[in-house]
Nanobody
């Protein structure tokens, strides 16, 4: 069993930056493919960014590509999402997710069904 705990959310203004963290326990981070998803009120949970076990491969949603950066520190068992140039449409609850299956596939990494463990979410609100 893995436990995921997100932190770092908050209320910011458009154009600001914010960094989210996802602390993993119960399993070593290097054994997990990781991702960030987000869910706005009344909408489905959407893929934001994914990262392979080693950190050598990443994939981003078009809406955040160039503004957000996903990274991981395996010795610290922590994953991050650096968010720059935030927009009001980035407002959502952000969730980290972990996939125990081996390998890396940038297409499957975008699907919620691929992930075995989820955090409780952290709220990000961007005011205009």
């Amino acid at each position: 069993q893995a436990q995921l705990v997100e932190s770092g959310g908050g209320l910011v203004q458009a154009g600001d930056s914010l960094t989210l963290s996802c602390a993993v326990s119960g399993r070593t981070l290097i054994s997990l493919t990781m991702a960030w998803f987000r869910q706005a009120p009344g909408k489905e949970r959407d893929f934001v960014a994914g990262i392979s076990r080693s950190g050598g491969n990443t994939v981003y949603a078009d809406s955040v590509n160039g503004r957000f950066t996903i990274s991981r520190d395996n010795p610290k068992n922590t994953m991050y999402l650096q968010m720059n140039s935030l927009k009001p449409e980035d407002t959502a609850v952000y969730y980290c997710a972990a996939d125990t299956h081996p390998g890396w596939n940038p297409k499957s990494a975008t699907r919620t069904s691929e992930y075995d463990y989820w955090g409780q979410g952290t709220q990000v609100t961007v005011s205009s």
